[in-house]
């Protein structure tokens, strides 16, 4: 614990426990607080991003799900996979929205069940990933709060030192991708 802790500063993990638990299990229950907090009803969302790279399923997208799960009936949704900057991405999007006037509640969630796709005996990787979620309401104000700017970049280059081999349209699901554990999270750290 001590080595793990004084490298990376990871003092816990939290994992999702119980058969049957995906991802907007942790989603849905953010949304919740949120909304309670905040004072208002699902129904009064008008759209739902969910950035994630561990959804259910390929389709339906985890945020009509967790859309599903709260009762937002008026709201649409979609998923965004951004990995690490997804939830970033995700509120900058969300803003757009915001900024244009068609939407005056966008929820943005960010919600992982990382611990499906790390290999527990790859000591590399197993430390630094668990599972969790956050969320976040965008709404317009008059006071000048909120988002004023963004500047985004995206560089791909550093594709073959973090990725998930199999299980896309490249390498699908197979006997060997299983057997070979490529469905799993490589990091090449020192990289």
């Not at 939830?87 to 244009?100: C, G, H, N, Q, R």
């Not at 709060?145 to 990725?163: A, E, K, N, T, W």
């Amino acid at each position: 614990s001590e080595w793990i802790e004084t490298r990376t500063g990871i003092k816990e993990r939290r994992i999702l426990k119980g058969e049957g638990l995906g991802t907007s299990d942790m989603g849905a229950p953010a949304v919740e607080l949120l909304l309670k907090k905040r004072g208002i009803k699902a129904s009064e969302i008008d759209l739902i991003i969910v950035c994630t790279a561990t959804p259910e399923y390929q389709f339906p997208a985890t945020a009509n799900v967790v859309s599903t799960m709260i009762g937002a009936t008026r709201a649409w949704s979609f998923d965004l996979l951004g990995a690490c900057s997804g939830f970033i991405y995700a509120l900058t999007v969300a803003s757009k929205f915001i900024e244009t006037g068609t939407h005056k509640k966008v929820l943005v969630i960010g919600t992982d069940k990382m611990s499906t796709i790390v290999d527990w005996t790859d000591r590399r990787t197993c430390i630094l990933f668990g599972d969790g979620a956050g969320a976040a309401l965008l709404e317009p104000n008059t006071e000048g709060f909120g988002i004023v700017d963004s500047r985004m970049y995206s560089d791909g280059s550093g594709q073959p030192h973090l990725f998930q081999k199999a299980g896309g349209s490249l390498n699908p699901a197979s006997e060997e991708t299983v057997k070979n554990k490529e469905h799993f999270i490589f990091l090449f750290g020192r990289k």
